[in-house]
């Protein structure tokens, strides 16, 4: 089966720094961390303690209120450090990795024939669970549901993104293996492989759906995805995977060891050694970006959604790329660089700047200035421009900023995620912090459901 | 630069700043700061490049786009007084005597704009002071488009009050820019034309002097004012022959005059090619929306087509394109019926609020002879529709997402 699809609104913000399809060679890393916070909503409760020995496999921490839910060291080697931060809040939880390393052994089963139980208590026991998410909330899945479709993004669209393509050229048997287990979780609903419009490299997979996107960013959302292919109800709730973590879930079948490996680009204008790399999870960074500039920034992840991380930081669970730019403290004067001037360096999807005429293919260096302070919604028709749902984002964005969780709900709040809006948020003309309204939108309901 | 931002950070601001002498006035001081500089703030949470464009380059652009408007209804204003006390006949060169028009025209608009301005950013800079936050930038449009929007001859005081009545009222009490109901610079206008109708009901729209008496055969009124005085009487009948000569070809009132804008009238308003010139830079900078404007200008043109082709009087049977030159339909069309905040908000609702702004215009324009000129009227109703058109075209998008997951279920 196989679908295709135009999106139409958005915008592909190409800047400098791009990834060149190279693997730059591996440092050796012996740090590594797992960030309890890149679950959105998760309290852990620690299985662990400082000094503790683990095998990569084993359980660091649980999901205080489903313990089903384990979370797996992505290395062996002894817990350094669990870094507590505002009200003794986990933050971090750090292991020095073991020359050798030594993995906790899983019995490797084929999903194929295994039963859809067995392939979700495997993947529990594995602490690789998390993996799997939901729409609505953007959250770990809770195993007890039955989604009504699974979800493979299979291309990132995001500025400077990974190519997933590229990163899983070696891992295709596994991906394979990742998408039988899919195929179990969805116990006869649809698995969906959201695809570049003209790539034929997920075609050797068997009994899935694979929708063609082409058009700009955001195409490769899988949020824009699911709302193409099955959009969300109330009381639905559709689960989705990282396409690389699709193929750690099929290495795990196969090998019976959790081995959480992951090729990542470095891209960014700051960053001296872009490229692909190949590491573990939890990685420190430090020996992947090298020596960065002063007044640059580094984010886990891509410009739009990821996080600022410090240069001795750790990369991001779900997060598959390390970007750096510049910071933009400078105070622009208002007749040069400012609001009056030419603006020949400032990237827009309005076209109040003279940049609009300029070649597509030209590349910017854009740094993290917000370029104006917050103000009242005044501009109408700026998200609509760069957000492809059938949903109106200002009166979505009106409806959680009042609290009125009636409204959200008629307006589609159950189908939306924080990076949907990424987009808007960098298109705003008022500066309204979009990505952190949405989120507040979705924790509100999600308490009013629980 | 580094040193004029070097000194403004080391030796002005502390004053400003918590502790200082004149720390009641940091809103003054921090309005004008990141007046002159865009600051440094860098993002703090969700996507970490944000766009060029600020509100301030917004509103920029629109002010860049009604200079057209007010260079001509400069120039116009000595153009009508002079043609008035009969020192220049309207078959004269226009560019004689430009400095003489151009000049005469300064003396009036100037003041203005000093009295709009300053009495609208004074309450905005109170308002601010008083609610802690920064200065919005709202009014550099609203206080440009006030003085464009009234006759040259009305009184300085009036234009303060009405002024002082739109931001309080039309804006302030609301919470500000991006919060109004109806257009500000529109509040002012419908502010004069209740409380001093006399001063803007069209009749004579000359600035002239104490003392100065006009040249035979000219009136200073605006073309609608005449055209009022055909209400009741039949097409084409005798009494109504001067006021018909006057929208000939060769008449005061031509189509071409009135396309160029060569005939009294509110300020800005006169020239429909200076506000097609700023549409069109409204429109290349993506500014203005062209749903509005062309819906705006579709619903004008159906009722006078309308008009026209079933006339009760000679006001009814003007030619539709004649009829939309007239008065204030484009620059209603292209800097009033566009304001973001008080227009529809959704796409499809933009079409609706466009269209009928526009279809009211003419009709209120035509039917009211109290009201000598409907865009003012019609874009303040439909201000204040505008909430409940986008409630409708939400409900639809509600009503499909209730479908489909009744289907579902």
């Known amino acids: ?450 | 630069m580094k040193a004029l931002r070097k000194l403004i950070d080391n030796n002005i601001r502390p004053h400003f700043e918590e502790g200082g002498k004149l720390k009641r006035f940091w809103v003054v001081f921090d309005s004008l700061d990141t007046f002159a500089f865009v600051p440094g703030h860098t993002t703090h949470s969700g996507a970490h490049i944000r766009d060029g464009i600020d509100m301030k380059r917004t509103m920029m652009m629109v002010i860049i786009a009604l200079i057209p408007c007010l260079l001509f209804g400069t120039w116009n204003i000595g153009h009508q007084y002079l043609l008035g006390m009969g020192a220049v006949s309207s078959g004269d060169p226009l560019m004689s005597m430009f400095w003489e028009k151009f000049g005469w025209g300064a003396t009036r608009i100037l003041p203005l704009l000093v009295v709009s301005y300053g009495v609208g950013l004074g309450i905005e800079f109170l308002f601010a002071g008083l609610r802690k936050h920064s200065i919005n930038e709202g009014f550099l449009v609203s206080g440009m488009l006030i003085p464009l929007i009234v006759p040259a001859d009305i009184s300085l005081w009036m234009v303060g009050l009405a002024t002082a009545f739109a931001v309080v009222i039309g804006k302030e009490v609301f919470g500000g820019t991006g919060m109004n109901i109806v257009n500000v610079a529109l509040t002012a206008r419908a502010f004069l034309f209740f409380a001093y109708p006399t001063k803007i009901s069209g009749n004579v729209w000359l600035m002239a002097n104490e003392g100065d008496t006009f040249a035979d055969g000219y009136t200073g009124a605006t073309a609608m004012g005449e055209l009022a005085n055909t209400i009741g009487q039949p097409v084409g009948g005798n009494g109504t022959a001067s006021i018909r000569a006057m929208f000939s070809d060769s008449g005061a009132y031509s189509l071409w005059n009135q396309f160029v804008g060569l005939e009294p009238g509110s300020i800005g308003e006169t020239s429909a090619l200076a506000c097609l010139i700023g549409a069109a830079i409204l429109l290349f900078v993506g500014i203005a929306s062209w749903r509005v404007m062309a819906s705006f200008f579709v619903g004008g043109f159906v009722m006078a087509f309308i008009f026209n082709s079933f006339p009760a009087n000679d006001f009814m049977a003007i030619p539709p394109i004649h009829q939309l030159m007239m008065g204030g339909f484009f620059f209603g069309m292209v800097f009033m019926a566009t304001d973001p905040v008080t227009a529809a908000q959704t796409n499809t609702g933009k079409f609706i609020y466009g269209f009928f702004a526009g279809f009211f215009s003419i009709m209120i324009r035509v039917f009211n002879p109290a009201y000598p000129e409907g865009v003012m009227m019609a874009i303040l109703f439909m201000n204040v529709m505008a909430p409940m058109i986008d409630h409708y075209v939400i409900q639809a998008n509600i009503k499909k997402r209730l479908k489909r997951a009744a289907v579902a279920a």
Not at chain 1, 106 to 134: H, K
Request: charged letters at 20%.
């Open chain 1, 1 to 450: 089966m196989s679908q295709s699809f135009k999106i139409r609104k958005g915008v592909d913000i190409r800047l400098q720094g791009e990834a060149g399809k190279n693997i730059n060679p591996t440092p050796s890393i012996s740090e590594f961390a797992v960030k309890p916070p890149d679950f959105h909503g998760l309290t852990p409760k620690m299985l662990v303690k400082i000094g503790e020995r683990v095998k990569a496999g084993s359980s660091l921490f649980i999901d205080k209120y489903n313990a089903k839910i384990k979370f797996a060291s992505p290395v062996s080697g002894e817990v350094t450090d669990i870094v507590r931060g505002a009200k003794r809040r986990i933050l971090e939880v750090r292991i020095k990795a073991d020359s050798t390393q030594e993995y906790e052994s899983f019995s490797s089963i084929n999903p194929q024939t295994a039963t859809r139980e067995e392939v979700i208590e495997a993947l529990l026991n594995a602490g690789m669970w998390p993996f799997v998410r939901q729409r609505p909330f953007s959250i770990v899945a809770n195993p007890e549901d039955q989604p009504k479709s699974i979800h493979v993004s299979c291309f990132d669209s995001a500025p400077l993104a990974t190519d997933i393509e590229f990163a899983l050229k070696d891992e295709m048997d596994n991906f394979a293996v990742g998408i039988e287990a899919l195929k179990k979780l969805a116990n006869g609903k649809n698995v969906n492989l959201g695809v570049r419009a003209g790539s034929s490299a997920f075609n050797t997979i068997q009994g899935v759906n694979i929708a063609a996107f082409s058009g700009p960013h955001p195409a490769g959302n899988v949020g824009v995805q699911i709302h193409k292919i099955d959009p969300i109800n109330k009381g639905e709730s559709v689960w989705y995977v990282d396409a690389q973590d699709v193929a750690n879930i099929g290495r795990m079948f196969s090998t019976g060891k959790v081995m959480l490996r992951k090729t990542i680009a470095l891209a960014g204008s700051e960053m001296s050694n872009t490229g692909y790399c190949q590491i573990t999870m939890g990685a420190h960074v430090a020996s992947l970006v090298g020596s960065l500039p002063e007044g640059t920034r580094l984010i886990s992840g891509d410009v739009l959604t990821g996080t600022q991380i410090e240069a001795n930081g750790y990369l991001g669970w779900y997060e598959n790329m390390l970007t750096a730019i510049p910071e933009g403290t400078e105070p622009q004067f208002m007749l040069t660089k400012g609001w009056l001037g030419p603006g020949l360096d400032k990237f827009s999807v309005s076209r109040a700047f003279p940049t609009w005429l300029m070649p597509k293919s030209k590349k910017w260096n854009l740094n993290t200035n917000q370029n104006g302070e917050e103000r009242a919604f005044v501009v109408t028709g700026q998200y609509e421009k760069v957000f492809p749902f059938d949903i109106y984002p200002v009166h979505l964005l009106k409806a959680i900023i009042v609290n009125d969780i009636d409204a959200m709900e008629k307006l589609g709040i159950y189908e939306v995620a924080p990076e949907d809006f990424a987009l808007c948020e960098y298109a705003c003309t008022s500066k309204i912090p979009v990505q952190s309204i949405v989120r507040k939108g979705l924790d509100v309901i999600k308490e009013e459901c629980a």
